[in-house]
């Protein structure tokens, strides 16, 4: 059976590269043309355009073509979907830290005990 990504793993592929992390940040502050978006990186505009088909073929963007202009923009459902996987495994990992701390005092205090009664 050949290995298929879900869109969340695929979202966090996507955002494990630097460039593209710096492009969503960008379009954060809202839609903007794809050359503006280029500008500041040090790469062809054909390597950019590859960051943006990433992340666009994951869902985390869209773009769409007006006049001469590509433009693109940030898609919230897969940046809510990597939300609440990471809150959800933040929750996790707290209650498993939670029961480690609760686990520690009672083991202090048991050795406390058995200090006091040698």
């Given at each position: ?95 498993r830290l939670d029961r480690l701390e609760a686990y520690l ?14």
């Open positions: 059976m050949p290995y298929r990504s879900s869109p969340l793993d695929l979202a966090f592929h996507a955002l494990s590269d630097p460039t593209r992390r710096a492009v969503v940040s960008r379009l954060a502050e809202g839609e903007v043309q794809v050359s503006a978006l280029a500008e500041p990186f040090d790469m062809a505009l054909p390597s950019f355009v590859q960051h943006l088909k990433v992340l666009e073929d994951c869902g985390l963007i869209a773009s769409e073509k007006r006049g001469r202009s590509r433009w693109c923009r940030l898609v919230q459902p897969r940046f809510e979907e990597a939300a609440d996987w990471m809150e959800a495994e933040r929750r996790r990992w707290a209650q005092d009672r083991r202090e205090a048991e050795d406390e005990g058995h200090d006091k009664s040698v």
